[in-house]
């Protein structure tokens, strides 16, 4: 049972008020954990691509990513995970891309002999810095660095495309059927 005197209809408040409507304000303190700084992680990408001017054909020459991860603390495997992402980010930009026939419904690329997936040919030489300066927001001064390295390959890619083209594909993959339509 509820306890009568906590208790008031909307219609009470508003009587009461003598208003139409009444508008409430509350405000609430950030999470304990987000009060004492960022703790993400952030990277910037630069590519440069050579576009066959016959074919139409993108191929990425160099890459570049700079991450900002905070303390890195087993340099290896973080290099790993950052060229690791932007091998993935370079196969969503260029070439990966689920084909369904749209009468049945059924997907027409169901493996990797269909399904392409860079491999050692489609990926540049990857040059990658970071500046491994510890967070004082965290235990251990570190930051993530599983997913960093794919997040603006795309982007990085389709604005190479567009500063060697003039043409701006906003539909990832960029395939010949869209630089040519």
């Given at each position: 049972?509820?306890?009568?005197?906590?208790?008031?209809?909307?219609?009470?408040?508003?009587?009461?008020?003598?208003?139409?409507?009444?508008?409430?304000?509350?405000?609430?303190?950030m999470p304990f954990e987000l009060q004492h700084g960022s703790m993400?992680?952030?990277?910037?990408l630069f590519c440069e691509v050579r576009v066959n001017a016959v074919?139409?054909?993108?191929?990425?020459?160099?890459?570049?990513?700079?991450?900002?991860?905070?303390?890195?603390?087993?340099?290896?495997?973080?290099?790993?995970?950052?060229?690791?992402?932007?091998?993935?980010?370079?196969?969503?930009?260029?070439?990966?891309?689920?084909?369904?026939?749209?009468?049945?419904?059924?997907?027409?690329?169901?493996?990797?002999?269909?399904?392409?997936?860079?491999?050692?040919?489609?990926?540049?030489?990857?040059?990658m810095i970071w500046n491994d300066e510890a967070d004082p927001h965290?235990?251990?001064?570190?930051?993530?660095?599983?997913?960093?390295?794919?997040?603006?390959?795309?982007?990085?890619?389709?604005?190479?495309?567009?500063?060697?083209?003039?043409?701006?594909?906003?539909?990832?993959?960029?395939?010949?059927?869209?630089?040519?339509?």
């Amino acid at each position: 049972m509820q306890d009568e005197k906590r208790f008031e209809t909307y219609a009470a408040l508003l009587a009461r008020a003598r208003q139409a409507e009444v508008t409430v304000e509350a405000d609430a303190p950030m999470p304990f954990e987000l009060q004492h700084g960022s703790m993400h992680s952030h990277s910037a990408l630069f590519c440069e691509v050579r576009v066959n001017a016959v074919t139409g054909e993108i191929r990425v020459s160099r890459f570049l990513g700079s991450f900002d991860c905070g303390r890195i603390i087993n340099a290896k495997t973080a290099a790993s995970q950052f060229r690791g992402g932007i091998i993935m980010g370079l196969g969503l930009a260029l070439m990966e891309e689920s084909e369904f026939d749209e009468r049945t419904g059924r997907i027409m690329n169901p493996s990797l002999a269909d399904y392409h997936v860079p491999v050692r040919l489609d990926v540049p030489k990857i040059d990658m810095i970071w500046n491994d300066e510890a967070d004082p927001h965290t235990p251990m001064g570190a930051r993530r660095v599983g997913e960093i390295g794919i997040t603006g390959v795309g982007a990085a890619v389709a604005n190479a495309v567009f500063n060697a083209t003039a043409r701006r594909i906003r539909d990832l993959p960029i395939t010949l059927d869209k630089m040519i339509g």
